[in-house]
């Protein structure tokens, strides 16, 4: 467990490094860190109790979704601030490249099973953020929708008392 939460710390950093690279506003860096953080830790634990790295990776990316939707409206900047480098710990570059690597040495049997984990991988990635985007939005919509119909300022009622 330790060795997860090593590296998970190791990822926080590596994500603070991908938003200096991309001049993220400074207000954001901390919370990209947890982001980060959250990110590695949730796909590696998952990965252990679950034994499948692509359930891990749908619900490491729903939670930097989650992390990022929560963040944008705190801190009033746009969800991407926060997702993208969340979600940069979990490309996978390791299959990508030994597609390619293997597409060259002409093992298409290898190049195509990398390939495949590859695309499920950012599949699941993907996936993953639509669901915590699509959440949020449902419960942002129908939390306005709520106030709107159950509040006592509305301006309907107001129009209907000053008439009376």
Known sequence: ???IIIESIIS????????LFYDSPKRSYKIVMVSGFVAWF???YLTIILNNKFIAALFAS??????????????HMPVTVF??????????????YYTMYYT?????????????NAMLFAA???????VASLSSKSIKHNTIE???????????????????
């Open 1 to 3: 467990m330790l060795y």
């Open 12 to 19: 926080s950093f590596a994500t603070l490094g991908f938003s």
């Open 42 to 44: 949730v796909y590696k």
């Open 62 to 75: 729903i939670a930097v979704g989650i992390i990022g939707e929560i963040a944008s409206r705190k801190v």
């Open 83 to 96: 997702v993208i480098p969340g979600i940069i710990s979990l490309v996978p570059g390791a299959d990508m």
């Open 104 to 116: 060259i040495q002409q093992n298409s049997k290898l190049a195509f099973s990398h390939a495949r």
């Open 124 to 130: 699941s990635i993907a996936l993953g953020i639509l």
């Open 146 to 164: 709520h106030l709107q119909t159950n509040s006592i300022f509305k301006i309907k009622n107001k129009k209907t008392l000053d008439k009376k």
